[in-house]
């Protein structure tokens, strides 16, 4: 009887941990996608600011690798998707797909794009990983390289540098993709 409680009490703290863990892993992934969102705007802004977009482009297209790179410490990865892609680098895999389906329907529906997000642990015989979604609508400031009109010179660099570019013709408001974070909590793999 006594091994009977026992076991219960254990599995009933080890379901009380792993949720506070999950927890405390939603609010570490939700705020690296918040820094990495207001870092990526500050520099696109500055830079258009400064240069027009002709120049910005390389905040688009070489800052978010860098600042994705610096900001994925801890064993966090941290990095962008998208259903129409410009890089096609960033594309989604199969679950990242359906989130974004999901949050393309939501803010469709009128859910606040801050409140889109989605998180879950996957597991296979390799690896244990947390992962999370973060929606990034489009806003006025990104329309300039992924919206209908966009500057003839703009589009030439564009054309030259993403040939499968499918990432313009977007309004404001609608969703331009996700931010995709994911953390390894356990390697299976005995090597
Ligand atoms: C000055 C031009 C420019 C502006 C303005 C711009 N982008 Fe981009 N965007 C790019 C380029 C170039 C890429 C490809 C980056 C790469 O190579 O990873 C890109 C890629 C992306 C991606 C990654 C997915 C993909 O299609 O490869 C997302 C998400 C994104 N942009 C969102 C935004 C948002 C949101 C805004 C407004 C806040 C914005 N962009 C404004 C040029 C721009």
């Known amino acids: 009887m ?3 409680i026992l076991a219960f009490t254990l599995f009933h703290f080890a379901t009380i941990s792993a949720a506070e863990n999950t927890a405390q892993l939603e ?13 990526l705007k500050t520099q696109l802004k500055n830079a258009m600011k400064s240069r027009g977009p002709l120049n910005a482009i390389t905040a688009c ?4 690798p860098q600042i994705a790179e610096a900001r994925s ?19 989604s895999d199969a ?23 989605s998180s879950m642990i996957e597991s296979n015989h390799e ?3 947390y992962r999370f979604m973060k929606a990034i609508p489009v806003d006025e400031i990104c329309l300039a390289c992924h919206g209908d009109t966009i500057a003839k010179n703009v589009q030439a660099v564009l054309a030259e540098k993403y040939p499968s570019d499918a990432a313009t013709g977007y309004k404001s408001g609608e969703l331009r993709g996700a931010f995709t974070i994911s953390k390894i909590l356990e390697n299976k793999r005995a090597d």
């Open 95 to 117: 679950w990242e797909r359906s989130i974004l389906l999901a949050f393309k329907q939501q803010l469709v529906e009128g859910a606040p794009a801050a409140n889109l997000q």
């Open 127 to 129: 690896v244990s990983r």
């Open 2 to 4: 006594r091994s009977v």
């Open 61 to 64: 297209n070489i800052k978010a």
């Open 73 to 91: 410490t801890d064993g966090w990865q941290v990095g962008r998707t998208s259903i129409r892609l410009r890089n096609p680098g960033n594309k």
């Open 27 to 39: 609010e570490e992934a939700r705020n690296l996608a918040i820094q990495m969102d207001m870092q």
